[in-house]
């Protein structure tokens, strides 16, 4: 299993940026694929979820309404467009599949990619 994080970088309060992830060694249709974030000194947390054929999505509150989380299964990547950036959205941004809907259920797989760095700042 790997995921390949990339599209982050620098960006000012309210700018845009879309990061993606490439999937490999799992079926990667069958799964729900979810973004998570980690700042320094804080715990990883959820950004946002997205069922196996896209049809559903969900959000953490905190980015309710700015991000957008697709996918393309025919080439093993999940996004996230992430618009009116804030500096508090500045994290390491990974992406992993997990074993079900609810926000409770755990990642798949114990693997992790290095992530892209979101930093927000003027």
């Known amino acids: 299993v790997q995921f390949v994080e990339a599209g982050g970088g620098l960006v000012q309060p309210g700018e845009s940026l879309m990061i993606s992830c490439v999937a490999s060694g799992f079926t990667f249709s069958t799964y729900v694929m979810s973004w998570f974030r980690q700042a320094p000194g804080r715990e990883r947390e959820l950004v946002a979820t997205?069922?196996?054929?896209?049809?559903?999505?969900n959000y953490a509150q905190s980015v309710e309404g700015r991000f957008f989380i697709s996918r393309d299964n025919g080439k093993n990547t999940v996004y996230l467009r992430m618009n009116s950036l804030k500096p508090e959205d500045t994290a390491m941004y990974y992406c992993n599949a997990k074993t079900g809907w609810s926000s409770g259920s755990p990642p798949a797989f114990e693997t992790w990619g290095r992530g892209t760095q979101v930093t927000v700042s003027s």
């Open positions: 997205i069922s196996t054929l896209g049809s559903n999505k």
